[in-house]
Structure formats: structure tokens, C-alpha cells
């Protein structure tokens, strides 16, 4: 189960996740993002309620990632021990903007 909160604000989108990002539940942050990529600045990913995150949930940070590149930035904030652990191993931590 993952639930996505969003506050957008101008070209400002802040999505602060609660549970597990998984094979489940990438699908709807994929949608969630996509849907409101379009003319944004920032993407905040806010991981203070985040659990758990796959491979599947890696490939759609990336994919925004890449999105956000052409047209902003991207950042995750809020990241707890277990997931930091798995953005080092996989190396995202070179990749992504982390706070």
C-alpha cells in the first residue's frame, strides 16, 4: 500500500509518500508524476513515510529524474536509514539530488 499526498504551488510539486513502493504501487506514482510533470520547476519526493522501495520504485525515480533534467529539478528529502541504504547500494545516491 503507498499513499501519495500532493501539494502543488506554482511550478512547485511536492509528493510526500507513506508505505511501500513496490511492483504494486510504482504504477500509480508513475501515473501521478506523468500526469503532472507538464510545466513543473521543482519535484520534491518527500520519503518521511516510506517503507520499503523495489527496483520498480528505483526505475520510476529514475524516469522523473530524467524528466526533471529537461526541465527542473528533482530532490528526495526526508530519507530514512533502510531506503538511503538502498539508493547507496544501487548507486542512486550519485545520480539523484538527496536533502
Known sequence: MLNIEK????????CRLEGRLD???AP?????????????ENLV???AGLEYISSAGLRVLLS???AMAKQ????????GE??????EVTG???ILNIE
Open 64 to 66: 522523473a529524474h530524467k
Open 92 to 94: 542512486f545516491t550519485d
Open 23 to 25: 511492483t504494486n504501487t
Open 82 to 87: 533502510t531506503i538511503m541504504e538502498i539508493l
Open 72 to 79: 527542473g529539478r528533482m530532490e528526495l528529502t526526508h530519507v
Open 28 to 40: 500509480d506514482l508513475e501515473k501521478k508524476l506523468k500526469d503532472d510533470l507538464e510545466g513543473l
Open 45 to 47: 519526493l518527500d520519503f
Open 7 to 14: 501539494t502543488r504551488e506554482n511550478g512547485n510539486l511536492t
